[in-house]
């Protein structure tokens, strides 16, 4: 059997349809062989689609986008477990290039993903944070669960890693009281740190639209952001590993909902079943969009081929650009 499980070809393809496009090619020329997809992901877009194969509810739900224009997204859910994709409410995806605003992108909507999943019961959240279009350190999706971000006159900030920098006070006594008695599990496959030249600002600023001196500015905001939450529960948050992804949502999972950070593409493999199909196959073929340095950092084909390597089954990638 060969077992296809591919990584979306980003701005091209989704997963599914990769392998859907690897299956024909394969039947067309050896007929004979049994071909098993499973399309998966590493937290970024996808996510939510790979579990929804593996038995997972969609649950549909509008929300905020980046850049505060409504979006429809969709929660996976199974039992008291749900699936949220920040990049269905927040992600870089859903803003064409000519209308991103670096200073005001948003994390809010995924937020408002995580109260469609508490109002669904689920006392359990995988969050996959790739994939995002704000640099607000998830400020936003702290505005959304019930936190209220005050400037020194006492107004509530406006959206956006911009604004931070005039925050004064953080004020938790709105936060929804079910953030205490659910678990948080964060996918992602970056480990970058909240702050500096290695940072959340520095880092993905420029993908996301800003100019140097908005990184600037949304570096100085998203220090005062960790500041002021840092006074109220303390701990090194912003210096984690992972506290940087997805804009620094990554560090309001951490200090605000708890979280624990998985790599992504090991936490899917594991909630999709993979391991239990892969023992059944002779060949794995892997991939996705571009195929470079940053892949060896834990992406998708990596994850992939290191379990089948496990279980001694070779691997074959594909990929649009190879670079490494």
């Keep these: 059997m060969v077992l296809l ?18 299956r024909v090619g394969i039947s067309a020329r050896r007929p004979d062989v049994e071909v098993r997809t499973a399309p998966v992901a590493d937290g970024g877009e996808g996510t939510v689609a790979a579990v929804l194969a593996t038995g997972f509810e969609p649950r549909t739900v509008r929300v905020t986008g980046p850049d505060g224009v409504p979006v429809v997204g969709l929660i996976a859910v199974r039992g008291d477990t749900a699936v949220v994709e920040l990049a269905q409410a927040s992600g870089l995806q859903l803003v064409a290039p000519a209308a991103r605003r670096a200073l005001l992108a948003s994390s809010y909507g995924t937020g408002e993903l995580i109260l469609a999943a508490l109002d669904a019961g689920c006392r359990a959240v995988v969050l996959g944070i790739g994939g995002s279009a704000s640099t607000d350190g998830g400020a936003g999706l702290a505005q959304a669960l019930g936190v209220r971000l005050l400037d020194s006159a006492g107004r509530d900030l406006g959206p956006g890693g911009g604004p931070l920098s005039g925050l004064a006070t953080v004020d938790l006594s709105g936060l929804d009281p079910r953030v205490a008695t659910t678990t948080f599990v964060i996918a992602s496959d970056v480990d970058h740190v909240l702050l500096g030249e290695g940072g959340a600002a520095a880092v993905f600023g420029p993908q996301k639209g800003a100019s140097p001196e908005q990184v600037a500015l949304l570096e100085a905001g998203l220090r005062r952001w960790s500041e002021r939450v840092t006074e109220l529960v ?30 992504g593409i090991q936490l899917l493999l594991e909630m999709t079943g993979f391991h239990t199909v892969l023992r059944q196959a002779r060949l794995v073929v892997t991939g996705e969009g571009s195929l470079d340095r940053q892949s060896l950092g834990g992406k998708t084909p990596v994850g992939v081929a290191r379990a089948a390597r496990a279980e001694g089954v070779p691997v074959v990638a594909v990929a649009g650009v190879t670079s490494l």
């Design 5 to 22: 499980a591919p990584d979306k070809f980003k701005g091209s393809l989704s997963a599914a349809e990769v392998a859907d496009q690897l």
């Design 234 to 263: 303390g701990g090194d948050h912003a210096d984690a590993a992972g506290a940087g992804a997805a804009g620094g949502v990554g560090f309001a999972a951490r200090a605000l909902l708890g979280a624990e950070f998985r790599p």
